[in-house]
Every structure is written in structure tokens, then in C-alpha cells.
């Protein structure tokens, strides 16, 4: 049908088609314009592959949206394709309406918990339910009555994922050392880490946080009065430091007692910072889990290094 119409002109269009060997592929088509028989004016041909007035294929614009389902970024796709941003988007959300939405029935909680009672029972059971407790806790309108709604529904779920995760990494040991002895041998001092370790097990706010930084400055200053001796670590012409400055004493146990004094002076800064990282912990409001986590291994890595410097140890 269209080789009845005569060629009026003739059109340039540039099309983003598949990549290829992973660099932009550009196709450009030469395509006609045609006079209509009928004395209607001019007309561009088409193809249905390319729709009309498009910078890319209808094969990229569906390897673009296969793309986005496989959560890859936007940007990673458009640059692939060598289209602009918006491009890869309007085609990804114009998928999106294609599909049927969903009409769950209930909001944001397995059913198969609810019905098994693992999960505590909240009060509603369907979209109705909760739609009357919505209104009835005042959350039209007001974020901070939303805020309260979640939080009383997750946190906890979310205390219980944590004393799980914390069961379930919670070892006995010191670090695992290589040492094949569990205990450092000082009674005081293994006291205080079983104090970090319960401290740590039960710490949920920043202010419990505090505490795991208080027992490890409470360690430190055991180890500072255990393994620091007058006789040995004072040099002549210096005053004994008393026991809360641990790190000037428990440097200068491992600096003395290591036979490698460079290496000795690199444990040392070592320790030093051990106690700078307690102090901060103990004092600040706002530590987290994570902060506290690590201080409390840091300074059991210290009070091994020194079990193994100390004249007494078994090793």
C-alpha cells in the first residue's frame, strides 16, 4: 500500500538502539516522506519497531525496563542506552501502569503469623480494623502519632531480632585468641570482662552504651594495677603514675617488656588509643551499638597483648 505514494522528501531520525560489545548504539534512518494520494498532505513512514518521534528502539526501551527490575540504577541504564534520565524513567513508569495493582487485605503483616500466634496480636485484622484504629489513635494527619503507631508495632520485633543475633554470636571466649586459655588468669580483671560481656548482651540505648565504655575504662585500670610493677617499668628520676592513667602505665608495661622496641613503642600508641576510644564511649550520649561493640574487643585485644608480655604468663 505505501509504494502508492509517490516520495515527497525525504527525513533523517536517530534512534538509541541494543548496545553493542557494551558501547552506544545509534541507528539512523533514512525514511521517507510521502505524498498521500488522496490529496491529504504528507506523511512519514514507520516501522514497528521505532514509534514515532522516539530517541530509542522499543527493543531498548524494553531491555531498559528489564534493567530497572533487576535494581539496577537509572543512571547506570540511561548511560548504557545514551539516552537522558527522564527517557529511561517515563518508560519504566509506563510499564509500571501496565500492571494489575494489588488489593491486599491486610496491611503490612503476614497472614500466616497472625493466624499461628507467633506474632503478637494487634488490633486490627483488615483494612477496616485499621483504618478505625488509625483514626481512633489521632494519626490523620499527625507524624508524630505515626511515628508512635510504628514503633509500637516493630520495636519488638526489632528487640527480638537483636537478643537473637546477639545469642547467637555471643562467644565465651576473649576474641578468640589463639591462646588456648579462655581466662586471663587475673580474677579481678576476667570479673570485668564477664561485666563488659552482660553489659554489652543488655545495652539497647545510647545511655547502656555509656555503661560498656565505663567497663572498659573499669578494665583498663585493672590491668594498669595488675601488670604495671614499681620495680620494673619506673625509670630513676620519674614519679609513679597512679592507677586511672592507664595509658602511661600499661605503655610503658608493653614498651618495657617487649623485646622489639619499635615495635614495642607501635603497641604502646596502640594501647593508648584503646583507652582514648573507652574514655570517649563512657562520656559521649550519643554512641551506638556498633561504637560500643568495637571498644569492648578493642581492649580485650589489649588485655591479651599484656597477659602475654606479663613475666607470669603461661605462654
Not at 62 to 84: E, H, K, L, Q, Y
Not at 248 to 254: G, H, N, W, Y
Amino acid at each position: 500500500m505505501i509504494e502508492r505514494h509517490a516520495v515527497h522528501d525525504w527525513r533523517w531520525h536517530t534512534v538509541r538502539h541494543l548496545p553493542v560489545a557494551g558501547r552506544v548504539c545509534r541507528v539512523w534512518w533514512h525514511k521517507r516522506l510521502l505524498a498521500c494520494t488522496g490529496g491529504c498532505g504528507t506523511f512519514v513512514e514507520r516501522t514497528p519497531s521505532i514509534s514515532p518521534g522516539t530517541v530509542w528502539s522499543r527493543a531498548a526501551a524494553r531491555s531498559a525496563v528489564a534493567m530497572s527490575a533487576d535494581n539496577i540504577p537509572i543512571d547506570r541504564i540511561r548511560r548504557t542506552f545514551g539516552v537522558a534520565w527522564n527517557t529511561v524513567m517515563r518508560a519504566v513508569r509506563a510499564a509500571a501502569d501496565r500492571i494489575t495493582p494489588l488489593a491486599p487485605t491486610r496491611v503490612g503483616i503476614d497472614e500466616t503469623v497472625m493466624t499461628t500466634g507467633r506474632l503478637t496480636t494487634r488490633p486490627w485484622r483488615n483494612f477496616t480494623s485499621f483504618k478505625t484504629y488509625w483514626l481512633a489513635n489521632d494519626s490523620y494527619g499527625s507524624w508524630h502519632a505515626r511515628r508512635e503507631m510504628v514503633s509500637e508495632v516493630f520495636d519488638p520485633i526489632h528487640q527480638r531480632l537483636e537478643e537473637r543475633e546477639d545469642s547467637v554470636a555471643y562467644n565465651p571466649g576473649i576474641v578468640e585468641a589463639v591462646t588456648s586459655h579462655v581466662q586471663l588468669g587475673w580474677p579481678q580483671a576476667d570479673a570485668e570482662i564477664e561485666q563488659i560481656r552482660r553489659s554489652f548482651q543488655r545495652a539497647r540505648s545510647p545511655l547502656e552504651y555509656r555503661e560498656v565504655g565505663l567497663a572498659c575504662v573499669a578494665l583498663l585500670e585493672v590491668l594498669s594495677e595488675v601488670c604495671y610493677q614499681r620495680d620494673r617499668h619506673l625509670y630513676d628520676g620519674e614519679e609513679e603514675p597512679p592507677v586511672r592513667n592507664t595509658k602511661q602505665r600499661l605503655s610503658r608495661v608493653i614498651e618495657h617488656e617487649f623485646a622489639d622496641r619499635d615495635l614495642g613503642k607501635e603497641l604502646g600508641r596502640l594501647v593508648k588509643r584503646a583507652a582514648e576510644l573507652s574514655q570517649a564511649v563512657k562520656h559521649s550520649p550519643t554512641r551506638s551499638r556498633v561504637e560500643a561493640g568495637i571498644t569492648a574487643d578493642t581492649v580485650f585485644l589489649i588485655a591479651n597483648i599484656l597477659r602475654r608480655l606479663t613475666p607470669a604468663s603461661p605462654e
